[in-house]
């Protein structure tokens, strides 16, 4: 079993629409979870960082933390067709020796 | 965040021989990491560079196939050495500690 799944998708949405991505992991101690989003032959950029379980909102996006079900979500409102591009959820340790987890992507195309 | 450059952005190689990648930051940082990013796959950590001290290396990756140097706190190299096509990939220099901030990434094709 992978550390971390994610959905490859393709998911293909309609402009506007609210995008929900997710990701499950199994290692419990894992502290601190991001989502990185990566257009085409670029690299992955970082979108959304938190450590706690909850909600964290920036703009359109809002990333969710359950630990109890070992699950995280991004949700994109107000999708726009530059948001198209891929997800990447990663999670880590606090720990110096620690290194990041990230999930396979899933690819996100926002239709006109 | 730190500006990240690599050079080069692709190339395409004949398997066999062996291909340098440049890393630069605009700042000075303790660690920087390489990753290789498969099609359809993860990231996947290749190895930490701390500036004045070997290379660390992740399990499934050796010194002798990427060779790594890291002169100064803004400046790293990875070599992939004795090219496959399997080596092809896109390789990610990337720096910070909790988060990760990445290069545009190396498009490698090994025919």
């Known amino acids: 079993q992978k550390e971390v799944e994610q959905d490859p998708g393709p998911l293909s949405v309609p402009e506007g629409a609210i995008v929900s991505l997710n990701c499950t992991y199994s290692?419990?101690?894992?502290?601190?979870f991001m989502w990185y989003r990566q257009y085409s032959r670029k690299g992955p950029e970082l979108l959304m960082y938190?450590?706690?379980?909850g909600n964290k909102e920036d703009g359109r996006f809002t990333a969710q933390v359950d630990k109890s079900s070992k699950y995280i979500s991004l949700f994109i409102r107000d999708s726009q067709p530059s948001d198209s591009a891929t997800y990447l959820c990663?999670?880590?340790?606090?720990?110096?020796?620690?290194?990041?987890?990230f999930g396979s992507g899933t690819r996100l195309s926002i239709r006109p | 965040s730190a500006v990240i450059s690599q050079k080069p952005s692709r190339d395409i190689c004949q398997r066999g021989t062996s291909l340098t990648i440049q890393c630069q930051v605009d700042?000075?940082?303790?660690?920087m990491f390489w990753y290789r990013q498969q099609p359809g796959q993860s990231l996947t950590l290749i190895a930490t560079?701390?500036?004045?001290?070997?290379?660390?290396?992740e399990s499934g990756f050796v010194i002798d196939k990427f060779p790594i140097s890291r002169p100064n706190l803004t400046f790293s190299t990875l070599t992939v050495s004795n090219m496959s096509p399997e080596d092809s990939s896109i390789y990610l220099c990337?720096?910070?500690?909790?988060?990760?901030?990445f290069g545009p990434g190396t498009r490698l094709l090994v025919l």
């Open positions: 290692n419990s101690a894992f502290q601190y």
């Open positions: 938190t450590y706690s379980s």
């Open positions: 990663a999670m880590g340790l606090y720990s110096s020796a620690s290194k990041i987890i």
């Open positions: 700042s000075q940082v303790t660690m």
């Open positions: 560079a701390n500036q004045g001290s070997e290379a660390t290396y």
């Open positions: 990337s720096v910070g500690l909790e988060t990760q901030y």
